[in-house]
């Protein structure tokens, strides 16, 4: 089992919802922690919260510069091991509708550059600075996860933009781990189902224990330290690589 403690790990995204409980996991088990998110107020919050061994770096994930100057602070306190792609967003509209029209071009390319882009840059800039890590006993030299959705699979209607860029975090799972496979670096996706994030957040409880209630077991909505709790897994077990694991309760989605 590899151990994270005294290296750094990076989450885009890491200042609030599944991202903040990652950085919370990692940094509970020994790591440096650079949370990467533009949310400036909720990162400078976090690191505030966990005191040594976190930094936050306002980053763009779109942005490649930022993205590359966030994993050099992450590099610059101790050799990066372990990258999570949690930053994401989402538009509601269908492809076309009879009343609202033909879906425009610059949401869908919004949430394609931010999901996907911003995962990809995440993961490219972080692969060439774990190329330089020194191996460990196993020839592991860092992990790679990304955050993908069920919507990659089950889009619901009005989710043509959001499976678009979930589906190809799927997509690049694999081959990504195939490209990295000789420098032992790892990559794995997670595909959460109905969690209790910040977008959930805003609706009425009713209508959440609603949500909770249409998954298999346990009925409930996921909670963000379980999807820590998997990444953190994730990074420790050298044999999880080149696969997306659904984290849903067992949900299959409804058209609607």
């Not at 996991?25 to 919050?45: C, M, R, S, W």
């Not at 590359?68 to 989402?90: F, I, N, Q």
């Not at 909670?223 to 690589?241: C, T």
Request: contains cysteine; hydrophobic residues 45%.
């Amino acid at each position: 089992m590899a151990d994270i403690a005294g290296t750094s790990a990076l989450v885009t995204g890491g200042a609030s919802g599944l991202g903040a409980a990652t950085v919370r996991k990692l940094h509970a088990q020994g790591a440096h922690v650079t949370i990467a998110d533009v949310q400036e107020d909720k990162g400078q919050a976090l690191v505030a919260e966990l005191g040594d061994r976190a930094q936050f770096v306002r980053t763009d994930v779109t942005d490649e510069d930022a993205v590359e100057a966030a994993v050099a602070a992450a590099v610059a306190v101790a050799p990066l091991w372990a990258t999570v792609s949690c930053a994401g967003t989402g538009w509601p509209q269908q492809i076309f509708h009879p009343r609202k029209g033909v879906h425009p071009m610059l949401p869908f390319e919004t949430v394609l550059r931010i999901n996907l882009f911003g995962t990809f840059n995440a993961m490219r800039f972080s692969a060439a600075a774990m190329s330089e890590n020194a191996p460990n006993a196993q020839g592991e030299r860092g992990v790679l996860i990304s955050t993908a959705s069920v919507a990659a699979y089950e889009g619901q209607v009005g989710q043509v933009a959001y499976s678009a860029s979930k589906g190809a975090i799927v997509g690049m799972t694999l081959p990504v781990a195939r490209d990295l496979a000789k420098l032992g670096i790892r990559n794995m996706t997670i595909a959460p189902g109905l969690f209790d994030t910040p977008l959930l957040a805003a609706l009425p409880e009713d209508a959440r224990a609603s949500l909770g209630a249409q998954v298999p077991f346990p009925p409930r909505l996921g909670k963000p330290d379980e999807y820590a709790d998997l990444a953190a897994y994730i990074v420790s077990n050298p044999v999880l690589n080149g696969e997306t694991i659904r984290l849903d309760g067992a949900i299959r989605m409804a058209p609607r």
